[in-house]
């Protein structure tokens, strides 16, 4: 005598073979049958987008705001939209959800918008929705767990900064991006500064209690021409900064100046006796890096999404 299939397994093959969304909607409240389960088909009804946003993960709803809105769910003054706004202002959700702040800003950027950057797909964005994602991005900086280290975080502000998009997310330039990690590593990390440079550096000063469009002014108010990577560091050198840590946050359009960064990098070792790490976050992807790819205490990112703030935390917090 065979062994009865597992749940799951039941639940996949009636979904299979449903005639009606109403089956569906069973199936999930039964089942906890998960959006990938469901048939194509089934996934333009209101009825079953309400019932897989009962259990739905906090990062699968941001995921799914827009098709939510586009079906006709999540409408203005509507008990999903109650729901949703509801979760994104529970700050211990979005921390057990272990959801970032880019991971928000990206879905409020895309679900802003009204439509997609492929294919035909549009919707007419919920402004209580807009609204709650906005809240979000600033509550999410408690889900962000802090590493300890000394951070010194250099925010390329030359030009081409403000052109390209990350990710394919609309509005996500590297500019707002560098502003965005500025503010979550403002309210992360206890010991952090901040510097702007091109082909010359200034210190920044970032405010937890800013606001993200008052962080992009900042570092919109002094372009220049080239820029130089090694500046971060050998600026750190010459004011005696402990730095465990240096970020620096480009598009990669860089050229070296009269030191290499990985050179600045390894006489900031000598001069100040830290092992200091430095993580060169390449915005928008190109076929050139700009730190040494040999040297273990080294990191470069080519191209920029939501995993990256933890790819970088780890790093430093090694």
Known sequence: MSAPLPDPIVALEAARKATTAAEIVRL??????????V????????????ALLEKMP?????????TMTRVGLLAPMSAAVRTVCARLADEAHLKKAR????????????YQQGHGERGQNTWNP????????DGAFYLAFGATEPT??????????????SSGTIAGVPGLTPRVATAALSLVTANVEPQH???????????????????????MRTTSQWEGGGTDCALPMLHAAEVKMPVDAFVILTDNESWAGKVHASQALEMYRQKMGIPARAICVGMTAT???????????SLNVVGFDTAVPQLMSQFVAD
Request: proline residues 5%.
């Open 28 to 37: 999930i409240r039964e089942y906890d049958l998960v959006r990938e389960c």
């Open 39 to 50: 048939p194509t088909q089934f996934l333009t009804d209101p009825g079953v987008w309400e």
């Open 58 to 66: 906090l990062t699968a709803m941001l995921r799914n705001l827009a």
């Open 99 to 110: 959801v970032h702040p880019i991971a928000v800003l990206s879905a409020l950027k895309t």
């Open 126 to 133: 919920v402004v209580q929705v807009v609204n709650a994602l």
């Open 148 to 161: 300890g280290k000394r951070h010194l975080l250099a925010l390329d502000v030359s030009g081409s900064m």
């Open 193 to 215: 500064a901040f510097v702007k440079f091109d082909h010359g550096i200034q210190p920044l000063s970032i405010s937890p209690r800013q606001r993200l469009d008052d962080v």
């Open 287 to 297: 076929n050139f890096s700009v730190l040494d790819g040999q040297d273990a205490g």
